[in-house]
């Protein structure tokens, strides 16, 4: 089983609607849980970062974690042709090692 | 500040030769990590080193080496590279602290032939 999982898509939406990227984990323990967004042929950055079980929102983003089910999500509203890139899942397993899934590569449709 | 400097940007070698990679973390931070980048496998971790001290590592083999000097830069060596070795390596500051995110550098695109 790996340790980060995604589905790798293409996930395609309409410019306008809600896309919604899902992770899960297995190791019970993971404290830190991170959404990178990744252009090609660029690097990684970050765009949200989540600690606590629920809901966080940043503008149009809103991260979701529950430890229980041992997955985390992230929603985009309005979806922008923008904001078509590979989103990576990363999930802290201990305090130096951050552990990365292979990506959903997202394609919002004008 | 200045970002995470990488270099080279390009590199192109050949079987049984070996390569070594430099990254220059934000200034401030401590930590630096290592990851390879290919298409089938996304990002692998490789190893992540705190104030010369190699705190974790990945499952690569021992071909895969690195250090970090007193001013937190970080060097990474490949040595007799193979095919497989062909990769995007990128390296990951960050202050070290858990729970800390990560800055990323542009990155070192290997080709191996």
């Known amino acids: 089983q790996k340790e980060v999982e995604q589905n790798s898509g293409p996930l395609s939406v309409p410019e306008g609607a809600i896309a919604s990227l899902n992770c899960t984990y297995s190791?019970?323990?993971?404290?830190?849980f991170f959404w990178y967004r990744q252009y090609s042929g660029k690097s990684p950055e970050l765009i949200m970062s989540?600690?606590?079980?629920g809901d966080k929102e940043d503008g149009r983003f809103t991260a979701q974690l529950n430890k229980a089910s041992q997955y985390v999500s992230l929603l985009i509203r309005d979806s922008q042709p923008s904001d078509s890139a590979t989103y990576l899942c990363?999930?802290?397993?201990?305090?130096?090692?951050?552990?990365f899934g292979t990506g959903t590569k997202l394609q919002v449709i004008p | 500040k200045a970002g995470v400097t990488q270099t080279p940007r390009y590199l192109i070698k050949t079987r049984g030769q070996q390569v070594t990679l430099s990254c220059s973390p934000i200034?401030?931070?401590?930590?630096v990590s290592w990851y390879q980048q290919t298409p089938g496998q996304g990002l692998q971790f490789l190893f992540e080193?705190?104030?010369?001290?190699?705190?974790n590592k990945g499952n690569f083999p021992g071909r895969f080496s690195g250090r970090q000097f007193s001013n937190s830069r970080s060097e990474m060596n490949v040595s007799t590279l193979e095919l497989g070795d062909s990769a995007l390596y990128l390296c990951?500051?960050?202050?070290?602290?858990?729970?800390?995110?990560?800055?990323f550098g542009s990155g070192t695109q290997l080709s191996v032939l």
């Open positions: 990951a500051s960050s202050s070290g602290q858990s729970n800390e995110k990560l800055f």
């Open positions: 190791d019970r323990g993971s404290q830190s």
């Open positions: 989540i600690y606590s079980n």
């Open positions: 990363a999930v802290n397993i201990n305090s130096q090692k951050v552990t």
């Open positions: 200034s401030g931070h401590r930590s």
């Open positions: 080193y705190f104030s010369e001290t190699q705190r």
